[in-house]
């Protein structure tokens, strides 16, 4: 297993110790900040193992597979965590249903043995979530911030609804070779 595959299995395992400090309080809310540690440590991981993987050409279908998935775990991990508090359920569910519709497509896709990577769009939304949990996590109660989560919640959902659209009509070709 190369590193970058190596990262994407840490960032896997921070995932169960992230969710535990952030359900488990401790030490006056001393636990958020560990869990926020733990979140900036795997989401740094994603963009480590993309750019190592890319300057030493150790792209692999593993990692192409992987790589997304962690991130939808760890990410999906930390919207339920938050969910009803500090980001609207009906969001969450819009977001995580999005990881299940690409995650299925991806099977399907899997079974015609082609391997869809992520697309830009999907890194633009994974990335304004992973910004929009770390302030949820640290949830600055100044109007500055209040207002910085509240763009960062839509423009998660936005970027959420725009990648599923473009990740369907790039690889619509799965669906037709699939039967359906």
């Known amino acids: 297993m190369n590193l970058p595959n190596k990262l994407t299995m840490f960032r896997v395992a921070l995932i169960p110790f992230f969710v535990a400090f952030m359900l488990i309080p401790f030490g006056d809310g001393a636990n958020r900040y560990v869990a926020v540690a733990i979140f900036i440590i795997?989401?740094?991981t994603d963009l480590a193992d993309g750019k190592i993987a890319r300057?030493?050409?150790?792209?692999?279908?593993?990692?192409?597979?992987?790589?997304?998935?962690?991130?939808?775990l760890l990410v999906c991990s930390a919207l339920i965590c938050l969910?009803?508090?500090?980001?609207?359920?009906?969001?969450?569910?819009?977001i995580i249903s999005r990881e299940f519709i690409i995650s299925g497509f991806r099977l399907i896709a899997s079974d015609q043995g082609i391997v869809l990577a992520a697309s830009w769009w999907g890194k633009c939304k994974t990335t304004a979530q992973m910004i929009m949990v770390i302030l949820l996590i640290f949830d600055f109660d100044l109007v500055f911030f209040n207002v910085l989560e509240q763009i960062f919640i839509y423009l998660s959902l936005a970027l959420t609804v725009?990648?599923?659209?473009?990740?369907?009509?790039?690889?619509?070709?799965?669906?037709?070779?699939?039967?359906?």
Do not use: C, H, Q
Request: aromatic share 12%; hydrophobic share 45%; no cysteine.
């Open 42 to 44: 795997a989401s740094l």
């Open 55 to 72: 300057k030493y050409n150790l792209i692999t279908d593993f990692g192409k597979f992987m790589d997304p998935l962690a991130d939808k």
């Open 83 to 94: 969910s009803g508090n500090s980001i609207p359920v009906w969001i969450v569910i819009v």
């Open 162 to 180: 725009i990648s599923l659209a473009d990740y369907l009509w790039k690889n619509r070709e799965v669906l037709t070779k699939g039967g359906m």
